[in-house]
Every structure is written in C-alpha cells, then in structure tokens.
C-alpha cells in the first residue's frame, strides 16, 4: 500500500484565522440559517446548489426531516433561569464548547472552492467537532493541522484487498491525532438523487458543460475562491490512485473502491484497530444500537443521512427516543438530519441526544457566505441554543431532557 499522503505541510496563517467579520452587519443579513440557504441559491452556480441542497427521490425525506423537528413541542418552565446557560460538554472525554457539529461531508468544495478548510478553521476557533469525511477535500494530515483539538474522522467501506485502503486511512487518521473514528454504516448501495443528476453531476465524473460554464461565470465570487483554493480534489485518496492522476482519475478510482456497507464482522475488525473512541452513524434501530454496544462501540449516531439515500426512511429524531431508551446509559448519542438551528439541537438534547450535528446547514453558509460561512452557522447554531435553553428552563444542555415533551411521530418499536 502507497504511504505517501500526498500532504503539503500546512501553515494557518493569523490573517486566515480572524479573517471572520461576522458580527452584527450579518446578523442583519442572515438572522436564521434559512436567509443563508436563499441566498446561497442565489450566489453559486446552480449545480452547486443542487448538489448539496438535493435529497432521494423527490426531496420527501428531507421534508419529512424538518417536519418532524418541528412537530416536537418542549413545554417551558419559568421563574428559574435568571441569565443565559451554559452549553459546553464533553464528548468522548473532551471538552467542546457546544453540543454540536459538522457532520461529514463529500464533496462540500464543489459547493464553495476551499470549504473543507474554512469548515476545519471554524470549528477550531469555536471548538465544536468537525468531522473530516473520507471523500472530504482535505487530507487527514491536514485537517489535523488546522483543526487539531476537535478533529473526528468518517470512513466509507473500502473493502477490496481484504480492507488494505480502509485500514491505511485509519491508520493514518490515528497517526494524525483523530479523536473519534465514525464509520458510516447507511450506504449499502448508492441510490440516486435527481437533481444532481440533472445538472449534469450523475455520472461519476465532473466535466462542465457550456450549462455549467454558464453558471460559473455568473458566480464571480465562487470563481475566484476556485482560482485560489483549486479543483476540488478527494484528498484522502489522492495518494492511492496513481502518479498524476487527475480530478476524475480519482472520482473513478474511488468509485472503484468503495461499496457497500461495513457489515457486523468488518465493524468488529476495525473496533479491534481503532483504540480510541468509536461511532457507528446511520443507526435508525434500536436493536443495531444494541448491537453496535455489545461490540464495544462508544457512539450511536442516528441518521438517515439528511434525506440522501432514500425517501422512506424515518425522520431520525422520530427514532431517537427508542434508541436513547436502549443504549443512552452506555453510549453517547448524536443526532443530525433536518437540523437547521439551535431549537432543532435542543429538541434533539430533549429526546435523548448528547449532541446534534448539521451538514447542509453549513453548505447554505458556504454558498451564501463563502470563507465566513461556517463561522456563521456555528455562531447562530450556539446562541440559538442558549436561547432555546434559556426558554425552556434547562441550566445545563443535559437538563433539556427533564422538561415535558409533546412528540407525535416518535416511532415505537415492538419488543
Ligand atoms: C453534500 C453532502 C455530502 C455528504 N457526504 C457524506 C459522506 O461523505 N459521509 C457521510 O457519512 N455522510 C455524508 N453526508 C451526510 C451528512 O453527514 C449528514 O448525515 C446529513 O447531511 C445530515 O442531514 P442535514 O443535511 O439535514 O443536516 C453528506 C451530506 C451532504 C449534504
């Protein structure tokens, strides 16, 4: 197996670190993570839009995701919350400064040239985990350098070779200082999600037509995030597919690798390789949360993966409560699909989730805001979080799950 990680030594330099100018102009701007997924639409090339904002189907599990969020009812008590509470925790043994994070992600670069990166920077700087995807555009070794106190890593199933790509890349995510290795068990086949594909992103490989060079003209902005941070490129797997292979070399050398889902047997070897904490994400049941416990995983994250895969899954907070029933006391729970602000995160702490992650969220602030995307989303997400605690009473995040709950669509599971 090649060693090379392809990695440049990675330097972030001060003006990168507070290149931010958030504050009260944007506030105006975009008060909700709902203004920036509008104007997101409007401000990159449509088939960046409708790569990271498209669903399965007809878009009816993420519908289904966002109503479920917001069919669930948390019954204030007052008279106890004189200021606003605080919401760090730990997770895994480490302290982050909120009960949420970015969920992973392939591909977020063709939604803003350079988003790996100011996603890795945002969340260092607010220390909110980050999770790295393997088909994310920043290599391990450096998303380690720029995010290194709250970098957790996503594999898919690379099974060719008796699992060697699979083990080399945990291998060097553990090399790099990973915290937290997430192996997306939801993918066992790849389903296909219309509105990618008719903007021209279905076929495995990125050759724009005049459609698309049309788009990329006018979106001046994004055109010069790409003339600076490059093609996007599978960055983890760059080093695998050969000397000079080129951005749809490696599309086709990862489509060629990954496949399928880990079954039991193969999550059960790399629980023997990994040695520090370990998530399984895309559990939707409770007896695989069980199941996922009992070969000593730490992490359950409950997912449909943000209505991508197929439309007839449940809503994941729908399911939540059954699984937080099963293995709350043993496990740390995550939670993402739908959210889009912090009273969706505290609805989710509510029902049982330690903490709660957002992937298109993020893509909005990118689209909408570029290199100060991120940032913003973190920022609204953990205010609003306060706020939602501060309303309901709950001092601490964890004491989101003493108040009174109306949840019609939570899913009963038969003994
Ligand atoms: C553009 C895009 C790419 C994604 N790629 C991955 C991936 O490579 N690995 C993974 O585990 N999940 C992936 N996901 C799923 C997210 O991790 C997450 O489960 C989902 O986005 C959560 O739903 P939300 O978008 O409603 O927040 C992707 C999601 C999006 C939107």
């Known amino acids: 197996m090649d060693d090379r990680t392809g990695a440049t030594k990675i330097t972030v330099s001060s003006a990168e670190q507070s290149a931010y100018r958030g504050g009260t102009a944007l506030r105006r701007r975009f008060p909700t993570i709902d203004y920036l997924r509008r104007h997101a639409r409007r401000h990159i090339p449509n088939f960046a839009f409708e790569y990271g904002d498209g669903g399965a189907g007809t878009d009816k599990g993420i519908a289904r995701n966002w109503a479920a969020l917001d069919a669930v009812e948390l019954v204030a008590r007052y008279g106890v919350m004189p200021a606003l509470p605080p919401v760090d925790v730990e997770l895994f043994g480490r302290r982050y400064a909120a009960p949420l994070g970015i969920a992973p992600m392939g591909g977020p670069a063709l939604i803003w040239p350079g988003a790996d990166r100011y996603m890795a920077l945002a969340a260092q ?195 939540l409560p059954a699984i937080a029933a099963q293995v709350g006391g043993r496990a740390s729970i995550m939670l993402d699909s739908g959210v889009r602000s912090g009273t969706d995160v505290v609805r989710a702490l509510a029902l049982g989730a330690h903490a709660a992650f957002a992937g298109k969220a993020f893509l909005w602030g990118l689209g909408a805001l570029g290199a100060d995307g991120p940032q913003h989303v973190i920022e609204l997400l953990i205010d609003e979080t306060k706020a939602a605690l501060g309303q309901i009473g709950a001092h601490l995040p964890a004491e989101a799950r003493s108040v009174v709950i109306r949840h019609p669509g939570a899913l009963a599971f038969p003994k």
């Open 125 to 319: 700087a607010a220390r909110v985990p980050y999770v790295l995807g393997t088909v994310g555009g920043l290599a391990i070794e450096e998303a380690a350098a720029i995010a290194p106190d709250v970098l957790w890593f996503q594999l898919y199933r690379m099974a060719r070779n008796d699992h060697a790509l699979g083990f080399d890349i945990v291998r060097r995510a553990d090399a790099a200082g990973a915290h937290v290795l997430v192996l997306t068990i939801d993918v066992p086949v790849r389903t296909t999600r219309p509105r990618e594909v008719v903007v021209g992103l279905g076929g495995g490989k990125f050759s724009p037509d005049l459609r698309m060079i049309i788009d990329m003209l006018r979106s001046p902005g994004w055109l010069m995030a790409l003339q600076k941070n490059g093609h996007p490129r599978f960055a983890n797997l760059v080093s695998y597919a050969g000397e000079n292979a080129s951005v749809n070399d490696v599309i086709a050398f990862a489509r060629s690798e990954m496949g399928g889902a880990f079954t039991w047997d193969e999550i059960a070897r790399f629980r023997d390789r990994w040695k520090r904490p370990m998530v399984l994400k895309g559990i939707l049941h409770p007896a695989d949360a069980e199941r996922a416990v009992s070969l000593g995983i730490e992490g359950i994250w409950v997912s449909n993966h943000g209505g991508r895969q197929i439309e007839a899954l449940p809503a994941s907070i729908d399911v």
